[in-house]
């Protein structure tokens, strides 16, 4: 049972990374092109841990906070970049 | 216990999985920039968070062992989440909203998009 619930939920979140990078594609402002980046983050971070679950080990845990810090890092420098022209003044 | 177990940690990636894709698929079905931003945040509480008790719970009732990971990666992300929505709505406002639209703040000083930041130290 629990692997149909895994696949249910492996299935939802790749279409759903699919739907966030036609977003990145089309987007017509930037600040579209950064949500969908920033989706695309949450996206990855529940994957990374769904992953974790199906083989059983608690190894994935690390790389998803890693993932979480660098997309909000990003994210922040993206809008100062676009805000400013610049990310360190 | 275990059939228990197995229904729990399966209701909630269901539920997780319903809300991650409800999420993404806002972003493509919403017409406008301020409209979009609601729906990260459908995938970051409940989506994420469905993944994140599933995790705990499968390790714990099924696997025997409790860490405490999860908890801190939903922390975090609970903590950030409002400041990416602050940040991107800010970048919106500079490219498309002139300042006569906005309405006033009230304040001393006005938006601090469209104008300096406030130069006497005298306050504080």
Same mark, same amino acid.
């Given at each position: 049972m629990i692997t149909i619930a895994l696949i249910f939920a492996f299935a939802c979140y790749g279409i759903g990374l699919l739907l966030t990078l036609w977003r990145i594609t089309n987007g017509p402002d930037p600040a579209d092109r950064i949500l969908a980046l920033d989706t695309m983050v949450i996206n990855v971070i529940a994957l990374l841990i769904l992953y974790g679950i199906w083989h059983g080990t608690a190894v994935y845990y690390e790389a998803s906070m890693l993932v979480a810090m660098v997309g909000f890092v990003s994210t922040v420098a993206y809008c100062r970049f676009v805000l400013r022209g610049d990310i360190i003044e | 216990m275990s059939l228990f177990a197995e229904i729990l940690v399966s209701f909630f990636l269901v539920v997780s999985g319903i809300f991650g894709i409800v999420g993404s698929f806002g972003l493509i079905k919403l017409k406008e920039t301020m409209q979009r931003l609601h729906a990260p945040t459908k995938a970051t509480t409940l989506g994420v968070g469905g993944v994140l008790i599933a995790s705990m719970l499968y390790f714990l009732l099924i696997k025997g062992s409790f860490s405490f990971h999860e908890l801190m990666i939903t922390l975090f992300l609970f903590l950030t989440a409002p400041l990416t929505a602050l940040f991107i709505a800010k970048s919106y406002m500079q490219g498309n909203?002139?300042?006569?639209d906005v309405p006033e703040? /009230? /304040?001393?000083? /006005?938006?601090s998009l469209y104008e300096d930041a406030p130069t006497d130290q005298g306050g504080s």
């Open positions: - | 909203i002139r300042p006569e703040t /009230g /304040g001393r000083h /006005g938006w």
